[in-house]
């Protein structure tokens, strides 16, 4: 049976469908895409040819019909059997199967780490000028990471990838810079997550991007895409004193304390800040102590911000309590300024007490247990989460005098 002759059939079986009040049948003949396909043959009575003619459905609307598909294929069934059976000895039968049309990156899709992020990588990339095999060839690099002389060449005149890639990027370099992310060989684009995010880690490899600060510059933007997807690079350990870098499950904790600190920095536009909030997220939940020691430091280059910026003189050798004090003066936050008939004052009293004291502790808890001290042979440091109320109240304070000044208008007191 041609296409052409399976139309007639099936508009004659959907109208007798359409009468017979049988409406999800009449809507499987009318809606999806039907194929007749000779599935055997029978010698009895001169011979008999077996046609099956097949509803290719979407899986969601295969999924949708459920039990209710071997009822609609009987009703299609009696109804063709109805037209077909005056003019034909051949059997017919209706089967309703999931169509086979699927989406090209359908292995990005269930990795759990979507095309997009990782085409967003590629790009970014690309505008920082940061050349994926940094400071090796394209076959040293990719020989870090395959066994290029077992996998098969695109190029007749060569028996491995290994000679082809050769060929095409260092002998004659005819290919595009960004080749590898298109090739089928090694599916960054539409395989497995671990496959790419393997390949991200050696992309900002010591050995391969031996500028830490450039590394550390692209990890930080390959985080912003990877995060909202649920992964993350962090540094696993050094290697001549730079970091190489490893990927696992993001977890939010660490970066959902510091998260509020960028809004900080951003309406401060103070660029040291958020050096010091990178550092922040990369240690909180791997580097404790490092963590309290930067939330104190986070807070003092606050405080000294806000001065500089209310046009307020300061020392260098100023201490972070009485540059906090100067803050609380500068801001008029000192306690006693809220009136008594304010309902709730005293609460108001001990919570803005209590906010001033946060800086005094994080000092104290820095000279105990942070950076910055030598410590003997049995010093045992904190544990992630202490460093993660030690940053979130690092963050609080500064959040809240922040918020003070830019209400205040920025105005110099």
Not at 33 to 57: K, M, S
Not at 194 to 210: A, G, N, S, T, Y
Not at 242 to 249: E, G, I, L, T, V
Not at 336 to 351: L, M, Q, T, V, Y
Request: charged share 30%.
């Amino acid at each position: 049976m041609n296409q052409e002759s399976l139309e007639i059939v099936l508009g004659t079986v959907h109208n007798l469908l359409v009468a017979e009040g049988m409406t999800d049948a009449a809507t499987v003949v009318s809606q999806f895409p039907a194929r007749a396909e000779q599935t055997g043959f029978d010698n009895w009575n001169g011979g008999t040819e077996i046609w099956t003619i097949y509803f290719d459905v979407p899986a969601h609307d295969y999924a949708r019909l459920g039990p209710r598909r071997e009822q609609i294929e009987e009703q299609i069934n009696g109804r063709i059997k109805a037209v077909m059976e005056p003019e034909s000895q051949d059997w017919y039968s209706a089967s309703i199967v999931p169509a086979r049309t699927i989406a090209k990156d359908w292995r990005a899709e269930g990795s759990t780490l979507p095309r997009e992020v990782r085409q967003n990588i590629v790009d970014g990339l690309r505008l920082e000028d940061a050349h994926w095999q940094g400071a090796l060839n394209d076959v040293e690099f990719l020989s870090r990471l395959y066994d290029l002389d077992q996998l098969p060449s695109f190029d007749r005149r060569y028996t491995d990838a290994a000679s082809d890639i050769w060929q095409h990027t260092v002998n004659n370099s005819d290919w595009d810079n960004d080749w590898v992310f298109g090739d089928a060989r090694f599916a960054l684009l539409g395989g497995a997550a671990d496959k790419f995010l393997r390949f991200l880690c050696e992309v900002v490899h010591p050995i391969v991007r031996p500028e830490r600060d450039e590394a550390l510059r692209i990890v930080s933007h390959m985080n912003d895409q990877l995060r909202p997807a649920g992964w993350e690079l962090i540094e696993e350990e050094r290697i001549g004193g730079r970091p190489r870098f490893a990927y696992r499950k993001f977890t939010h904790q660490g970066a959902r304390v510091v998260s509020r600190a960028r809004t900080v920095a951003d309406a401060l536009d103070a660029g040291w800040m958020a050096k010091e909030i990178q550092r922040l997220e990369r240690s909180v939940d791997i580097d404790p102590d490092l963590a309290i020691g930067t939330s104190k430091d986070l807070v003092e280059t606050c405080c000294k911000t806000i001065l500089t910026k209310s046009g307020v003189e300061y020392t260098r050798a100023m201490k972070l309590g009485d540059l906090t004090k100067l803050v609380v003066k500068t801001l008029a936050l000192v306690p006693e300024g809220i009136p008594e008939e304010a309902r709730g004052a005293e609460n108001i009293r001990k919570i803005l007490r209590s906010l001033s004291s946060i800086p005094h502790n994080l000092a104290e808890l820095r000279g105990l247990y942070g950076t910055g001290h030598g410590r003997d042979g049995k010093h045992l440091g904190l544990q992630p989460r202490h460093a993660r109320l030690a940053v979130a109240s690092a963050v609080a304070f500064i959040e809240f005098i922040s918020e003070t000044y830019q209400e205040r208008g920025e105005t110099k007191p």
